[in-house]
Nanobody, 114 residues
Framework: QVQLVESGGGLVQAGGSLRLSCAASGSISSINVSWYRQVPGKQRELVAE???????NYAGSVKGRFTISRDNAKNTVYLEMNNLKPEDTAVYYC?????????WGQGTQVTVSS
């Protein structure tokens, strides 16, 4: 069973940067991978996705500040987050579909102080 493990979260001041990593225990070369985030009491929302061909899509609230990328050789997807704002505070999750089954990581907390 493929597992996804996120890392790189933490506490940062507004305007700062963080880079999140999502490491998969299986190959990611043929699948799309996404980053979501969730705050208590709200639905999980899509932040960014990268297709197997490298096409990227972003939520409007992060466009121009966040960059998603992938390293298929390392089975890892990254989320570079710049100019962070307090409203970016959330638990960030990695998501991928393997053999028609959606997989989620355990999440990593990102806290942005004002």
């Amino acid at each position: 069973q493929v597992q996804l493990v996120e890392s790189g979260g933490g506490l940062v001041q507004a305007g700062g940067s963080l880079r999140l990593s999502c490491a998969a225990s299986g190959s990611i070369s043929s699948i799309n991978v996404s980053w979501y985030r969730q705050v208590p009491g709200k639905q999980r929302e899509l932040v960014a996705e990268i297709t197997r061909g490298g096409t990227t899509n972003y939520a409007g609230s992060v466009k121009g500040r966040f960059t998603i990328s992938r390293d298929n050789a390392k089975n890892t997807v990254y989320l570079e987050m710049n100019n962070l704002k307090p409203e970016d505070t959330a638990v960030y999750y990695c998501h991928a579909v393997y053999q028609f089954v959606g997989r989620w990581g355990q999440g990593t907390q990102v806290t942005v102080s004002s």
